[in-house]
């Protein structure tokens, strides 16, 4: 099983990009499904995160400008950040609690896509 991150970039604040996290291999069904980010000398932190249903969760900090949304059939998370700030510039990374077709339920990170924003 694998989670592919991908979508970051530079850009400039006020400006919008779009992540995407794919789920592959022998996967038999995803719970829940996160975006975390982690800034140079901070910790990791919670961006949002998406239940199997839909329902969702969001750092206080990005309230209002991003959404986070997921396609079960494609097994795909999204994560659309809008009126992207400096501070939003980190490494953000995907999580998905899978069960594998064998049984075995893990919970598995992606490798980390960049977002720089600048002012």
């Known amino acids: 099983v694998q989670l592919q991150a991908s979508g970051g970039g530079l850009v400039q604040a006020g400006e919008s990009l779009r992540l995407s996290c794919a789920a592959s291999?022998?996967?038999?069904?995803?719970?829940?499904m996160g975006w975390y980010r982690q800034a140079p000398g901070k910790q990791r932190e919670l961006v949002a995160d998406?239940?199997?249903?839909?329902?969702?969760n969001y750092a206080d900090s990005v309230k209002g400008r991003f959404i986070i949304s997921r396609d079960n059939g494609k097994k795909t998370m999204y994560l659309q950040m809008n009126s992207l700030k400096p501070e939003d510039t980190a490494v953000y990374y995907c999580?998905?609690?899978?069960?594998?077709?064998?049984?075995?339920?893990?919970?598995?990170w992606g490798q980390g896509t960049l977002v720089t924003v600048s002012s």
């Open positions: 999580k998905a609690d899978i069960i594998e077709m064998y049984g075995s339920r893990t919970d598995y």
């Open positions: 998406v239940g199997r249903g839909g329902n969702t």
């Open positions: 291999g022998l996967i038999f069904s995803i719970y829940d």
